[in-house]
Nanobody, 121 residues
Framework: QVQLVESGGGSVQAGGSLGLSCAASGSIFSINDMGWYRQTSGEERELVAVVTGPGVPEYGNSVKGRFTVTLDNAKKTVSLHMSRLKPEDTAVYFC???????????????WGQGTRVIVSS
């Protein structure tokens, strides 16, 4: 069984910075992709940033140039550094991972429990 444990988040004023981290644990053979999505009340979950297998980062349009995502494959941890935060970045941020469990290609895809980020104006 794979678990995703998130840390970080909290409250910050507009223009400030925050960091999020997500560690995957369990019997993981390799990581296909791992990253962050966010969701506000009444809205669908949207992509924030994800690192794909080859290590290529992908960003949602609203965070490009402000957020940086990094994946440490050895530690199975994905980090998100958020800078120049805006009130519209306020949301619950969810870690997401798609991993291989063995050399046969068995995969697992799941979510963390979410961590709240509040940006005040």
């Amino acid at each position: 069984q794979v678990q995703l444990v998130e840390s970080g988040g909290g409250s910050v004023q507009a223009g400030g910075s925050l960091g999020l981290s997500c560690a995957a644990s369990g019997s993981i053979f390799s990581i296909n992709d791992m990253g962050w999505y966010r969701q506000t009340s009444g809205e669908e979950r949207e992509l924030v940033a994800v690192v794909t297998g080859p290590g290529v980062p992908e960003y949602g349009n609203s965070v490009k140039g402000r957020f940086t995502v990094t994946l440490d494959n050895a530690k199975k941890t994905v980090s998100l550094h958020m800078s120049r935060l805006k009130p519209e970045d306020t949301a619950v941020y969810f870690c997401n991972a798609d991993v291989r469990l063995d050399s046969l290609g068995t995969t697992w895809h799941g979510w963390g429990q979410g961590t709240r980020v509040i940006v005040s104006s």
